[in-house]
């Protein structure tokens, strides 16, 4: 079998590490950086190819995703898929021919402590609580925040930047209706949030026992001096805290509590995601994880970004500097 030709567009962080993960499995991969490139380069490359992983920022991606899904390429599209409703709108009647052979990267699905979740019974659950943050000017050596695309006002962003934990709500509970959003500010970089708080609930239809009542929340931000990353799940037959930064998942129920081991290698989840899609451009068996995030099963979380972010409320500026 020949080996599956896909074009990398977006040479960031995110773009080379897609790049050198697809050449590990044996692809055949080109690298392109967005400058000096663009729309046009794509338009004339992308029929010399079998799919196309776009990892460009957000803003600029539908001429791309157009593009590739008119000539029928599966697509791998970088998270968050859009930063509006409309525009996640155009995208799903765009790559409506592709979408069942193509992904969105939510790689946190193929966590081995989000699966451990993901294969519970979970209808017991009437609270639980998402958090992640870090201060987002020790993310990387050399890396500036205002050079960057978190800075953007269209694109950037905490919610929208790591929404990994809104899609893991939205897996884990679907149905979910969005409540308050409450953000904070940045001076100098406006309509930019740099601490986010999303309400979500679920009515309870006690008969169907998927839709117990919930009340939830997700909450990100660019400020905490530590990493953290928590999941808490809180039912009447056990309560589960999974700290995803610390590696320590706690189970309490009426025996006791006790802890999971479940070791991760990160590089693991691009790999197992970047496989998956390889799979899907070829027709082959995938991995078979629960929620896989092929485009078209991942668009109701997709949506719920989108409308998190038009929900926004600010209610005030931080005080630390962020440059």
């Not at 050596?141 to 893991?168: K, N, Q, T």
């Not at 001076?187 to 708080?197: C, Q």
Request: glycine share 10%; proline share 5%.
């Amino acid at each position: 079998m020949m080996a599956v030709r896909v074009l990398v567009v977006g040479a960031g962080s995110i773009g080379q590490r897609h790049h050198a993960n697809l050449t590990a499995l044996g692809a055949e991969s080109r690298l392109r950086g967005w400058r000096g490139y663009g729309a046009e380069g794509f338009a004339a490359e992308i029929g010399e190819v079998d799919a196309a992983v776009i990892a460009t920022a957000t803003e600029i991606r539908l001429p791309l995703i157009e593009a590739a899904a008119r000539a029928g390429r599966p697509l791998y599209i970088e998270k968050p898929l859009a930063a509006s409703p409309p525009e996640v709108e155009a995208i799903a009647r765009a790559t409506a021919p592709v979408a069942a052979r193509s992904m969105l990267g939510y790689m946190m699905r193929y966590h081995p402590a989000f699966r451990t979740l993901a294969q519970r019974d979970l209808s017991d659950v009437f609270q639980f609580s998402f958090a992640i943050g870090h201060d987002v000017t020790q993310w990387r050596p050399g890396w500036r925040f205002a050079d960057s695309y978190a800075a953007r006002e269209v694109g950037g962003g905490v919610l929208l930047d790591l929404c990994h934990e809104i899609d893991m709500a939205a897996c884990l509970f679907p149905g979910l209706s969005l409540g308050a959003v409450e953000s904070h500010g940045i001076r100098g970089f406006p309509g930019v949030d740099a601490a986010t708080r999303i309400g979500l609930w679920r009515a309870g239809v006690p008969e169907r026992a998927r839709e117990v009542a919930l009340a939830g929340e997700v909450a990100m931000d660019y400020l905490t001096p530590r990493l953290h990353r928590r999941a808490i799940l809180r039912g009447w037959r056990a309560a589960l805290d999974f700290d995803f930064a610390a590696g320590r998942y706690q189970i309490a129920d009426g025996a006791g509590a006790h802890l999971l081991d479940l070791p991760l290698e990160r590089n693991a989840m691009f790999m197992a995601i970047m496989g998956d899609f390889l799979a899907l451009v070829q027709g082959r068996p995938v991995l078979g994880v629960e929620h896989m995030p092929r485009l078209d099963l991942a668009l109701p979380s997709a949506r719920l970004v989108a409308e998190a972010r038009a929900a926004r409320r600010f209610i005030g500026d931080i005080g630390k500097e962020i440059q």
